[in-house]
């Protein structure tokens, strides 16, 4: 199985860093957002990866490219700890880039047609938007991968429960009656009181090639866009889509604030971090009277 990890958006709510830069790229906790989506593919045996791009697709491959100008710099300075980062990083995975052609419609759907010329025929593929992070014990595409492969549906699709407040900003799932995990239709971004549930899809999916049939015969939606919701909300009408609620916190990082929470979160994780950002923001906190 590949996995494709798409970056082709215009980033608008990253401007102005966005534009030298895709927002993926830019840190979480010191590390490029995109590369944690690369380990947690490659810790569920997907290193055969296609990161879809629109443009400054440069940086993101120099990133996961051997740099020997960097590597000596290290090995002379001494600092072999973080030669071994640098070199793991190298070679973790086989990634290849791939340019979204300009005559495909603009969505998040559409970097599944960029990438088709690049999976293997017949085969399942591992789907996901770059601009999110989820933590948990398990990596998210291992625990999509026990469920695809117990039960061989057309489509996996990961979800969260999130508040009542929030299900207008997402797309809510509703499941056939009966079913405990199988879906009958997606409500995008439902009118406050009126969503069918509070499990909401989240972007990691598994397709198989049945997707990209239904993608070849679907019209553009909202904003004239190829939104990979119709697509999954139409191939549940013919076929099995299994609903997996993750185990993890899920964070969306698609905006400068929602990046700086994950920031903090993922920090807080982290040994060499944790202790004293943990004081900085108690003191942070006493120095505004909260």
């Known amino acids: 199985m590949k996995g494709i990890i798409t970056i082709a958006g215009y980033g608008t709510r990253f401007l102005p860093a966005s534009k030298a830069i895709p927002k993926e790229m830019i840190p979480i906790a010191g590390k490029p957002l995109i590369q944690y989506h690369v380990e947690g593919l490659v810790a569920a ?10 443009d400054a697709g440069a940086i993101v491959q120099d990133h996961f490219s051997p740099d020997a ?26 990634i290849v880039l791939v340019r979204q052609r300009e005559d495909l419609p603009y969505g998040n759907a559409t970097p599944a047609l960029a990438a088709r010329n690049w999976l293997n025929p017949g085969e399942p593929f591992y789907y996901m938007f770059g601009d999110d992070i989820v933590m948990g014990d398990v990596e998210i595409p291992q625990q999509m991968l026990n469920t695809f492969e117990e039960r061989q549906p057309a489509a996996v699709l990961a979800a969260q429960e999130v508040p009542d407040e929030e299900t207008h900003l997402y797309g809510c799932i509703e499941l056939k009656p009966g079913a405990e995990d199988e879906m009958m239709r997606i409500v995008e971004k439902p ?21 990209l049939d239904v ?8 904003g004239g866009e190829l939104w990979l919701t119709d697509a999954v909300d139409r191939l549940a009408t013919v ?15 698609g905006d400068p604030l929602r990046q700086l929470k994950a920031c903090i979160e993922v920090s807080l994780r982290r040994d060499d971090m944790r202790d004293e950002l943990t004081d900085y923001l108690r003191s942070l906190n006493e120095r505004l009277g909260r």
Request: charged share 25%; hydrophobic share 45%.
């Open 239 to 253: 076929s099995s889509v299994v609903v997996h609620p993750i185990e993890g916190i899920w964070m969306a990082a």
């Open 69 to 94: 100008q960097l590597q000596a710099h290290l090995r002379e300075s001494g600092k072999l700890d973080l030669l071994e980062d640098v070199r793991r990083v190298d070679r973790m995975a086989d």
């Open 215 to 222: 993608l070849d015969n679907l019209e553009t939606g909202k």
């Open 191 to 211: 009118d406050p009181g009126t969503a069918p549930s509070n499990l909401v899809q989240i972007g990691h999916f598994i397709f198989t090639p049945e997707i």
């Open 45 to 54: 045996g997907i290193t055969e990866i296609i990161v879809v791009v629109r």
